[in-house]
C-alpha cells in the first residue's frame, strides 16, 4: 500500500488582506514519506500546514487529508494528525506531566498512566515530570511538544521547524525517530531551514512568496536546477569573491573558509570566466564541484525577484 | 557639555521617543479609547436620568371589601399622589401575600368590609396598607407622604372637613419583610449577585484571550475538542469557586448583619448555580470577542456598570424610566435580586423562585448560543 496518498490536495490558496500567501500549491505526499518543506521567512510554509490540519479556511483548493475531505471533515482529520506548532504551544503553567495527561485525556486515548509514563521515559524526562513546561529550555520545549503531538500515535505527523534551537545530537535523535516512525507507515510533513535536515527527507519541497517552485528527491532537486559549480581553494577568497560577483555566468559566489563555491545555470560561460579571471592574476585553480543543495536553494531565493517580510 | 554629565540630562529626543511610541499604541487600542470617551456619557446619562431616588407609580394590589364612595376617593387619592399604581384586583387575603412574596407589587392596600358604615358611625375605620419594606429606599417616600395624601383626599371629597382635621380613619402600615427598614437586610443579600457579576465574568474573560495570547489556541484547535466541550470545561470550575463566594457572604449576613433566610436555601442554592453559570457565559462570550486580556478586563468593566446601577442594587428598580428597567431586565443581577431577596426576606419557596428565575435560564441560552458563534474553529 506504499502507493498510496496521505496527503493530497490541490490548487491550495489563501490570501491575507488581499495578498496570496499561499498560491495554488499542491501537496501530494505518499503514505510512509517524509516530505520536506523549505523556504524563505514568510513563503507560506506555517499557512500551508494550517490549512493542511484545518486550522485555516483555504480560499481555494481542494483534496484530502488521510482519505478525508480537508474542507468538510476537519473533525476526522484532526484526530490523526499531529500538528507540532513552530512557537511552543502547550501550557506553561502546567507541568509536563499534567501537558501530557491534557493530550492524553484530549484525544480519549486507553491507558493514560502508561502512555504518559513511556513517553516521559523516552523523552527522558522522567525525574523533572512535576517541573513547570515553561521552565524548560527552548530545546526541550521542542521534544516535549514532539512527544505530546506523536503521544496518540497519528498517521500523519506536521512538523513546523521542530528542530529549530535543538542541540545537533538530540536533532539526530529527533530525525532517527521520525525515520522509524515513517518506517511503521506514519507519514510525515516536516519544515526545516537546515539542509542537513533536507536531504533525510526522502522528497523536498520549495516555496517561495507562496508558490512552490520545485519538488522532489534532493538529487532530482538538485539536478533539475540545472546548476553548474565549482570551488576554488585559495587565501583571497573574499578578494576574489568580490571580483567575480556580477561576470557573465557568475550566478552565485560564497567563501566557506578558504574555500570559495561559484555556481550558475550557464555551465560554459561560467567556465570561461573563471578561465579569465585566473589568467588575469593572482592566478588560482578551480575544480569542477557537484552543487550543494544550498547553492540550489540560494539561487532559486535570488531568483525571487520580491519576498514578503 | 560632556558626554559624561549628558546621561543625568532630560533628553527631549528620548522623551519624544516614548510620546510618540505610546500615541500610536493608544491609537491602535480602539477600545481603551472608546472606554475613555464612552465610561463618562454612560454614567452621565445613567446617574442623570435612570437613577431616582424618589421612585413613583409602585405597582399596587387593591383589595376593596365595601365599595362605597370613601374607599373609592381614598384610592384615587393614593393613585393621585403618584406613588401608587394599581396594578391589580385581589378578591382573597391569599391573593395579596402571594403578588407581595412573589414581589411582583410594593404595595398592598385592603379597605376592610363595613368601611363606609363605620365611617358613618365614626368609629375610626382602618385602611391596611402594606410595603413590601425589603427595600427601605424604593417605599420610605410613598409612606412619608401617606398621611398628606389622605387629608388632602378628603379636603378634595368633602368640602366642609378643614384641612387641619385629621382624617375619620386610620390607616395602618405593615412594613412587611423588614419591619424595621434595616437597610443591610437589602443590601446584603445583593451584594452576593454583585460579587458573583463582579469575579465570575472577569474569571472567563479572561478565558480564551489567554489561550490565545500564549499561542496555545493553535494547539488546542489542532486537537480534537469541540467548543462545547472548551466552554464547558472552562466554567464549571469557577462555578465551585462561586459557591464558596456564597457560602462566605452567607455566613457572614447571619453572623455580623443578623440577616434572615427564611425561606428554602436549595431553592436559593439552585438560582445561585444558574446565576453563576450565566455570568460565566457572559464572561466566556467576551473572551470570544477580545483581542488580548486588557480588552477583555474593559468588557466585563463595561458590562459591570450597568449591573449595578440598573439592577436594583445600588437604586430601586421601579424608580428607573421605562428604557432603563428594559435594560435592567436583560441583565442577570436584576434577577437574581430579586430571587434572592425573595428567598432570604420573604420567604420564598421553590414556585416563587422558579417564577423569578426563569429569566436567568433565558439569558444562560441566549448567551450560550452567542457565545458558540462566536467560537471560531479556525485562526482566521
Ligand atoms: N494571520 C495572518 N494575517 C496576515 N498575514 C499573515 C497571517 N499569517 C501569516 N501571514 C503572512 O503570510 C506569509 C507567510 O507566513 P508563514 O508564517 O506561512 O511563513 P513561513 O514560511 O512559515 O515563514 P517562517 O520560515 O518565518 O516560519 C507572511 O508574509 C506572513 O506575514
Ligand atoms: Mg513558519
Not at chain 1, 116 to 137: D, F, I
Not at chain 1, 200 to 209: N, S
Not at chain 2, 35 to 62: E, H, M, R, S, Y
Amino acid at each position: 500500500m506504499n502507493g498510496e496518498l496521505a496527503i493530497d490536495v490541490t490548487g491550495l490558496t489563501k490570501s491575507f488582506g488581499g495578498r496570496n500567501v499561499v498560491d495554488d500549491v499542491s501537496v501530494r505526499v505518499r503514505r510512509g514519506e517524509i516530505m520536506g518543506f523549505l523556504g524563505p521567512n514568510g513563503s507560506g510554509k506555517t499557512t500551508t500546514i494550517r490549512l493542511l490540519c484545518g486550522l485555516l479556511v483555504p480560499d481555494a483548493g481542494e483534496g484530502t487529508c488521510l482519505g478525508h475531505d480537508v474542507l468538510r471533515e476537519g473533525e476526522a482529520i484532526r484526530r490523526q494528525v499531529g500538528y507540532m506548532t513552530q512557537k511552543f504551544s502547550f501550557y506553561e503553567d502546567l507541568t509536563i506531566e499534567e501537558n501530557l495527561a491534557f493530550v492524553a485525556r484530549v484525544f480519549e486515548l486507553d491507558d493514560r498512566r502508561g502512555r504518559v509514563e513511556r513517553t516521559l521515559e523516552r523523552l527522558g524526562l522522567g525525574n523533572r515530570r512535576r517541573q513547570l513546561a515553561g521552565t524548560l529550555s527552548g530545546g526541550w520545549k521542542q521534544r516535549l511538544a514532539l512527544a505530546a503531538c506523536i503521544m496518540h500515535e497519528p498517521r500523519l505527523l506536521l512538523l513546523d521547524e521542530p528542530t529549530a534551537g535543538v542541540d545537533p545530537k538530540a536533532r539526530r535523535d529527533f530525525w532517527d525517530e521520525i525515520h522509524e516512525l515513517a518506517e511503521d507507515g506514519m507519514t510525515v510533513l516536516v519544515s526545516t531551514h537546515y539542509m542537513d535536515e533536507a536531504e533525510r527527507c526522502h522528497r523536498i519541497a520549495y516555496l517561495a512568496y507562496g508558490q512552490k517552485l520545485t519538488e522532489g528527491t534532493v538529487d532530482e532537486v538538485v539536478a533539475g536546477a540545472g546548476l553548474s559549480t565549482f570551488t576554488v581553494d585559495t587565501p583571497g577568497a573574499a578578494a576574489l569573491s568580490r571580483r567575480l560577483q556580477g561576470r557573465p555566468g557568475v550566478d552565485l559566489v560564497a567563501p566557506f573558509g578558504n574555500v570559495l563555491h561559484i555556481s550558475g545555470r550557464d555551465g560554459a560561460a561560467l567556465r570561461a570566466t573563471l578561465a579569465a579571471a585566473a589568467a588575469e592574476g593572482p592566478a588560482f585553480d578551480f575544480i569542477a564541484d557537484r552543487p550543494t543543495l544550498e547553492d540550489v536553494f540560494i539561487l532559486l531565493m535570488n531568483q525571487s525577484t520580491d519576498n514578503f517580510a | 557639555m560632556s558626554a559624561h554629565t549628558g546621561r543625568f540630562r532630560l533628553s527631549l529626543a528620548r522623551l519624544w521617543a516614548m510620546v510618540v511610541k505610546e500615541f500610536i499604541q493608544m491609537r491602535r487600542d480602539r477600545l481603551t479609547f472608546a472606554l475613555l470617551v464612552g465610561i463618562p456619557i454612560i454614567q452621565l446619562t445613567l446617574f442623570g436620568f435612570a437613577i431616582n431616588n424618589d421612585p413613583k407609580g409602585l405597582p399596587t394590589i387593591v383589595h376593596v371589601a365595601d365599595a362605597g364612595p370613601h374607599g373609592r376617593s381614598v384610592l384615587s387619592a393614593l393613585r393621585n399622589s403618584g406613588y401608587f399604581r394599581p396594578t391589580e384586583e385581589a378578591v382573597s387575603r391569599a391573593e395579596i401575600d402571594r403578588a407581595l412574596e412573589l414581589g411582583r407589587v410594593q404595595f398592598a392596600v385592603t379597605i376592610p368590609a363595613g368601611f363606609e358604615r363605620a365611617l358613618r358611625r365614626g368609629e375610626h375605620p382602618q385602611i391596611l396598607i402594606e410595603a413590601d419594606a425589603s427595600d427601605p429606599a424604593a417605599t420610605g417616600n410613598a409612606i412619608a407622604a401617606l398621611s398628606r395624601v389622605m387629608t388632602n383626599a378628603l379636603v378634595h371629597d368633602r368640602g366642609d372637613v378643614t384641612p387641619a382635621a385629621p382624617p375619620p380613619f386610620d390607616i395602618a402600615v405593615h412594613r412587611r419583610f423588614n419591619p424595621e427598614g434595616i437597610t443591610q437586610y437589602n443590601i446584603v443579600p445583593g451584594l452576593i449577585g454583585v460579587i458573583l457579576t463582579m469575579t465570575m465574568v472577569i474569571v472567563t474573560a479572561m478565558a480564551m484571550t489567554r489561550e490565545r495570547e500564549r499561542g496555545t489556541m493553535e494547539n488546542l484547535l489542532a486537537m480534537p475538542v469541540r467548543p462545547i466541550e472548551v466552554m464547558l470545561g472552562k466554567i464549571v470550575p469557577p462555578i465551585g469557586m462561586g459557591a464558596i463566594q456564597v457560602a462566605v457572604v452567607l455566613l457572614a449576613a447571619r453572623a455580623l448583619f443578623d440577616v434572615p433566610m427564611t425561606g428554602s436555601f436549595p431553592a436559593l442554592m439552585i438560582a445561585v448555580m444558574l446565576f453563576i453559570a450565566a455570568n460565566l457565559c457572559v464572561g466566556f462570550t467576551f473572551s470570544t470577542v477580545a483581542r488580548n486580556q486588557l480588552q477583555a478586563m474593559q468588557m466585563s468593566f463595561f458590562f459591570f456598570l450597568p449591573s449595578i446601577l440598573l439592577s436594583g442594587f445600588m437604586f430601586p428598580f421601579r424608580g428607573m424610566p421605562v428604557w432603563a428597567q428594559t435594560i435592567g431586565e436583560c441583565l442577570p443581577l436584576t434577577h437574581f435580586l430579586r430571587v434572592v431577596r425573595g428567598v432570604m426576606l420573604r420567604g420564598n419557596g421553590f414556585g416563587e423562585v422558579a417564577a423569578n428565575a426563569w429569566p436567568l435560564v433565558v439569558i444562560l441560552v441566549v448567551v450560550t448560543f452567542v457565545a458558540l458563534r462566536r467560537y471560531k474553529r479556525t485562526l482566521d
